[in-house]
């Protein structure tokens, strides 16, 4: 509704200044509106005004010089580009494209660790078969197996080392026990080196994986954190991972969340008119696995409603926060104690007031902490400027300095060049007398010489040479 500067602008400078009777042809009633209001200019909408809006816009190469059909359809897209990512105020900071990619790669690096922890366990059982009943986990089981190596070397000088990695004494102790009476074969110094290489590749990958284990948490933080608050960061990221982005699953229906990863269930039961999958990937969640036998339905209908609401929550608000998704997640608890114990839990209605009042508080802190961080900002930008500018100062001043010395050693130059002929003068004297001194000093070169003496001593000089 408010008109652009560019645009009052160009109006102001098109139209003539005498315009109470002007009446401009606008195709947009809402541009029309707006030209009315700012510059009190009378706009004309309507089916005449649009053919000739839409026959300018055919043949507008045509009508303006140098513009080519190909250049107007460029600068269209990039408006039309410009336009839409105005509209869309596009946030780097919540993208949900790297939750679907990171759980994706977590899952991958799930099923890798595994498949090579196993192909360690079998390569070193040969050497050590007894370590695998003693260490089952498999990240573990590689540590040590890269601690130990030969376990003939092994000794109680090393049992330090095994207690750190195996986080026991007893399973150390029982290690160096195994390791003295085992029925395992003797390994050769180069499969040893292959083994250590493979396990610390494999312990490299463990170590990743934690680090992306954080990663994704901190963006389901920013991305969703009132359904990473309700149903934990791993599960809701698959859940945004299934439904291709967190607007498509802001969009589902809670019966749709409820059964989201089980469609090939679905369907079969659909095909068979058996009974249809209760849960899909929210199965995952700690409240259905702590929920009774007969519950487990109720508890994942009411868990996908409340999934539902905060998945919306995060895809629609401005500033998102966990509050909703811990108030949500209490309510959850509740019901399960519902469940349990009959008591009654609270309203949905009372439990989102105080989440409103508390989200509100939560907002406003938030936008103050902004607020400073702009204000710390824009003081270091001011200081920037300012250094560059004193620099900029401090460097034209050097410029006019060295100019300065520039102009005295020209006014140097020039003062000598004006005391060379005078000296001339001073030796050409003794010639006009007719009286020659016997010097030791190099006469001055020809060329110079005619330069300096002046037409009179020429004049002399010839009449000499005809006495002579």
Request: hydrophobic share 35%; proline share 4%; net charge positive.
């Amino acid at each position: 509704g408010v008109l652009h500067e560019d645009l009052r602008l160009l109006l102001d400078t098109a139209l003539p200044p005498k315009r109470k009777k002007v009446v401009l042809g606008v195709g947009d009633a809402k541009m029309g509106a707006a030209v009315l209001e700012e510059l009190g200019v009378q706009c004309q909408t309507g089916g005449v005004v649009a053919e000739l809006m839409r026959g300018i816009r055919l043949h507008f190469p045509a009508l303006v010089r140098g513009l080519t059909a190909q250049s107007a359809a460029k600068a269209q897209l990039g408006l039309g580009h410009s336009y839409s990512r105005a509209k869309v105020k596009f946030n780097v900071h919540r993208v949900d494209n790297m939750i679907i990619q990171s759980i994706s790669l977590l899952d991958q690096l799930d099923k890798d660790i595994n498949t090579f922890s196993m192909r360690v366990r079998e390569w070193y059982g040969y050497h050590f078969p007894e370590l695998i009943k003693i260490v089952p986990e498999n990240s573990m089981y590689c540590r040590v197996a890269k601690f130990i190596g030969n376990r003939r070397e092994l000794s109680e000088e090393s049992l330090e080392g095994l207690e750190e990695i195996v986080m026991d004494s007893a399973k150390a102790q029982a290690i160096l026990e195994a390791s003295r009476s085992s029925m395992g074969m003797d390994i050769s110094p180069l499969d040893l080196i292959n083994i250590e290489s493979f396990s610390r590749r494999v312990i490299s990958l463990s170590e990743y994986r934690k680090g992306l284990q954080e990663y994704l948490r901190s963006k389901m933080s920013q991305v969703a954190p009132s359904l990473s608050a309700l149903i934990g960061e791993v599960v809701g990221a698959r859940l945004i991972s299934h439904a291709g982005s967190l607007t498509n699953l802001a969009k589902y229906p809670a019966s749709t969340v409820q059964i989201l990863g089980a469609e090939k269930a679905l369907f079969r039961a659909l095909k068979t008119r058996g009974n249809t999958p209760k849960y899909g990937l929210i199965f995952h969640s700690t409240f259905i696995g702590r929920a009774a036998a007969k519950n487990k339905g109720r508890i994942s209908r009411y868990l996908a409603n409340k999934c539902t609401i905060a998945s919306r929550i995060d895809c629609f608000s401005e500033v998102p926060t966990s509050v909703f998704g811990d108030k949500l997640r209490e309510q959850v608890e509740e019901r399960l104690a519902f469940y349990e114990t009959g008591e009654p839990p609270r309203k949905n209605l009372e439990v989102m007031k105080e989440a409103v009042v508390e989200a509100n508080e939560v907002v406003a802190e938030v936008k103050r902490r902004q607020e400073k961080k702009e204000k710390k900002r824009k003081k270091r930008e001011k200081r920037r400027l300012e250094a560059l500018a004193a620099a900029a100062e401090e460097g034209a001043e050097n410029s006019v300095m060295e100019t300065e010395e520039n102009d005295v050693g020209a006014k140097k130059k020039k003062k000598k060049k004006k005391q060379q002929p005078e000296e001339v003068e001073a030796e050409a004297e003794p010639e006009e007398n007719g009286v020659e001194e016997e010097e030791e000093e190099q006469p001055l070169p020809k060329k110079k010489r005619k330069l300096v003496v002046e037409p009179e001593q020429e004049e002399e000089e010839e009449k000499k040479k005809k006495k002579k």
